[in-house]
T-cell receptor
């Protein structure tokens, strides 16, 4: 019974394609996040949503668009994928913003 | 924005040894958390510790918020402790340090 689940776990695609990563949490948390981990393991926040409203939008290309249909889901859609988008994308949630983070298992995106 | 520095960047230990990992941050914060990223990439919560001291088995953590640092202690290290240890701090959002890569050799 995974608390924060992401799909897919692995995604290999060509440059220029559009792809989505889905995230769901069953912890009853109000806030959800997307983090990007690059090849050097550095973790950087991308977006934060609180009760379906965007509260943090870091300097991320507008090819990245988060969507939160309800407070238990936060999906990440990426348009026109580039080689530099290859990374592991982690979804997380917390009871409040900010607060103790609980992470999903990550989605490894490889752009060829 | 807030700066988070972790030290050492790399640490190699023999099984059974003890270690201390440090996290310094540039501003007062209300949230601080330690994570272990295992070799399979999972980010595992260790401690949520904005201040004070907590212990969980062989691991303990201390945060001195007024002096803007936190310490993670690992005692009697095991090979399964290998991985990268991150601290994350913040108020409006949680910012991560670059991590300490720990290798425990049998």
């Amino acid at each position: 019974d995974t608390a924060v689940s992401q799909t897919p776990k692995y995604l290999v695609t060509q440059m220029g394609n559009d792809k989505s990563i889905k995230c769901e949490q069953n912890l009853g948390h109000d806030t959800m996040y997307w983090y990007k981990q690059d090849s050097k393991k550095f973790l950087k926040i991308m977006f934060s949503y609180n009760n379906k409203e965007l509260i943090i939008n870091e300097t991320v290309p507008n090819r990245f668009s988060p969507k939160s249909p309800d407070k238990a889901h936060l999906n990440l859609h990426i348009n026109s994928l580039e080689l530099g988008d290859s990374a592991v994308y982690f979804c997380a949630s917390s009871h409040r913003s900010p607060g103790e983070l609980f992470f999903g298992e990550g989605s490894r995106l490889t752009v060829l | 924005g807030i700066q988070v520095e972790q030290s050492p960047p790399d640490l190699i230990l023999q099984e059974g040894a003890n270690s201390t990992l440090r996290c310094n941050f540039s501003d007062s914060v209300n949230n601080l958390q330690w994570f272990h990223q295992n070799p399979w990439g999972q980010l595992i919560n260790l401690f949520y510790i904005p201040s004070g001291t907590k212990q969980n088995g062989r691991l303990s953590a201390t945060t001195v918020a007024t002096e803007r640092y936190s310490l993670l202690y690992i005692s009697s290290s095991q090979t399964t402790d290998s991985g990268v240890y991150f601290c994350a701090v913040g108020d409006n959002d949680m910012r991560f340090g670059a991590g300490t890569r720990l290798t425990v050799k049998p």
